[in-house]
């Protein structure tokens, strides 16, 4: 990572801890005050996606065998579970860091590449660990949320872990790193989760809500390893009727 990115990363830690320390209510609840700035975002992508993005990635699904695009999914997450590794060391978990390592190593040898999940075949399940959980497990629970243009859900605490982790494959790969080697994993991740937002546009009365409670609601499971607090859970039922 060259000098001005690590800039650009110390300066986006600091923006996200001063964004979120501040912030009152509980933990982990859904904050939206860049709303106006976060539904033009939205809308805009929305419309370069049902445009542009939808309609290749279902040519994509009508072409391509889906043991195709399992291998395509294998390769970028054994990849990124290098990072994933990384952080449930740095969140205190060593049997979460040691198992995404055993995956990455056992994927990359045994599974060709990453291109077979031979590791999940061995009982070694993914730990889906990422930046923004380890920051919120350090303490960063309150964080504003962020529709970032072209990218989809975030917020303020995620965006340092989601830079570092769309520039992993670039990094590991190096010399052999190409620039549709970006679009086959962005293509392939649309096409995995059309069956998700055809459900959303036909049901939600506001998809934009209904993708940033989801949004909410995923991150927290995350943080609390699949076993969110039920109590917060019941809060903010209350509060919202």
Not at 147 to 176: E, F, W
Not at 177 to 203: C, P
């Amino acid at each position: 990572m060259n000098e001005f990115a690590r800039s650009l990363l110390f300066v986006m830690c600091g923006a996200c801890m001063a964004g979120c320390a501040s912030l009152e209510g509980p933990e982990h609840g859904v904050y939206d005050p860049y709303e106006g700035f976060n539904r033009g975002s939205y809308g805009f992508s929305d419309w370069v996606d049902r445009n542009a993005l939808v309609p290749v990635a279902r040519g994509y699904v009508k072409v391509t065998p889906k043991w195709f695009r399992s291998g395509i999914s294998n390769f970028f997450l054994n990849l990124t579970t290098v990072d994933s590794a990384l952080n449930g060391f740095l969140q205190g978990k060593p049997k979460a860091g040691a198992t995404d390592m055993a995956r990455v190593i056992i994927n990359t040898t045994v599974g060709i590449g990453g291109l077979i999940d031979v590791a999940s075949q061995a009982g070694l399940q993914y730990q889906e660990e990422d930046l923004g959980q380890t920051l919120a497990t350090a303490g960063i629970e309150r964080t504003r949320y962020l529709y970032i243009p072209l990218r989809g859900p975030s917020a303020l605490r995620d965006v340092p872990g989601t830079v570092i982790r769309s520039a992993i494959p670039r990094l590991l790969l190096g010399g052999a790193y190409r620039w549709w080697i970006g679009g086959i994993d962005i293509l392939n991740t649309r096409a995995e989760v059309l069956a998700l937002t055809d459900t959303r546009d036909t049901t939600a009365l506001d998809p934009y809500a209904f993708t940033r409670e989801a949004y909410y609601q995923r991150r927290k499971f995350l943080i609390y390893d699949g076993d969110p607090p039920v109590d917060d859970f019941f809060d903010e039922f209350d509060e919202d009727f």
